[in-house]
């Protein structure tokens, strides 16, 4: 009878082993905001999820909103377990839901802050803020860092509002802005440096750049065990010394020089523009 008791505890506890086996190898969702068109977004990232799931030893899948306010709220919520996210997307999480573990962000060639550029054609007549009123000006997503708060905010120090232009519009993504305005479908609009540097041998022009923000982050889900979050974070910074690091960082972004450590004060300015949108009656 003790034998036989003894079998039976064994088998359960062999049970439950396999069942936590199991758990741990349910998928990590890594989730990005659409700053690109999503075939460009699956290209990108896709080598950054099999480098995570081979080092965490259990599967990561991607998962593409189809808007920011969607991102936001799938981090906010706990519904993905690690989020890459823009700056600005960030501070509007943070604002909403308290703040999630940050993982690691960008350092880009060196620096850990980004900027934005307001770009016109080559040969438009447009060379200051000022002179963007009257005429058609395209954004991103009203959550985009870039691509909407921080240019509408230098645009607005310069006296130029929405009312100011013959036309605005935000548009789905960064690549289709540079396209938009290289097209004549628009005067000018907001784009972040990477997508204007991308394009400014097709006719580009820079007319302002904006500040320098800190860059773009990944953060968990506040419901992943400690050792967990810890094993994800440790992953991404061990990229910088990967013999395949520098390949998977570039594809997320050719200036990415290594991921860095970050904390949550690194974005305090962009708070404060934010604030500043708001009391403009700006709500992103």
């Known amino acids: 009878m003790p034998g036989k008791c003894a079998a039976v505890a064994l088998g359960i506890f062999l049970l439950f082993s396999q069942g ?136 607005l120090q310069r006296g130029v509002d929405l009312k100011d232009f013959a036309t605005s519009m935000n548009l789905a993504n960064h690549d289709n802005i540079a396209l938009a305005v290289l097209a004549g479908d628009f005067d000018a609009g907001a784009v972040k440096e990477e997508i204007f540097l991308k394009y400014r041998p097709e006719g580009l022009r820079a007319v302002a750049f904006t500040p320098d923000i800190a860059d773009h982050l990944f953060v968990a889900s506040s419901l992943l065990p400690r050792q967990t979050v810890q094993a994800i974070r440790s992953a991404l910074l061990d990229l910088n010394h990967h013999p395949d690091g520098r390949r998977i960082m570039h594809l997320l972004r050719a200036d990415i020089s290594a991921l860095m450590r970050a904390d949550d004060g690194s974005y305090d300015n962009l708070r404060e523009i934010i604030r500043d949108l708001k009391r403009a009656g700006v709500e992103p």
């Open 20 to 155: 936590n086996v199991l758990a741990q190898q349910q998928p990590l969702k890594l989730g990005v905001h659409p700053y690109l068109a999503s075939s460009e977004l699956v290209r990108r990232f896709t080598p950054l999820a099999e480098y995570l799931s081979a080092v965490l030893k259990r599967p990561v899948i991607l998962e593409l909103s189809n808007s920011y306010n969607t991102h936001i709220q799938k981090i906010g919520n706990d519904m993905v377990h690690i989020a890459f996210m823009g700056p600005a997307s960030y501070v509007i999480m943070t604002d909403q839901f308290g703040r999630k573990p940050i993982l690691a962000a960008l350092e880009s060639n060196g620096k850990s802050t980004f900027r934005g550029v307001i770009v016109t054609k080559r040969d438009s007549t447009i060379t200051s803020l000022r002179q963007l009123k009257g005429k058609k000006f395209a954004f991103a997503d009203r959550d985009s860092t870039m691509g909407h708060l921080v240019p509408r905010h230098m645009l």
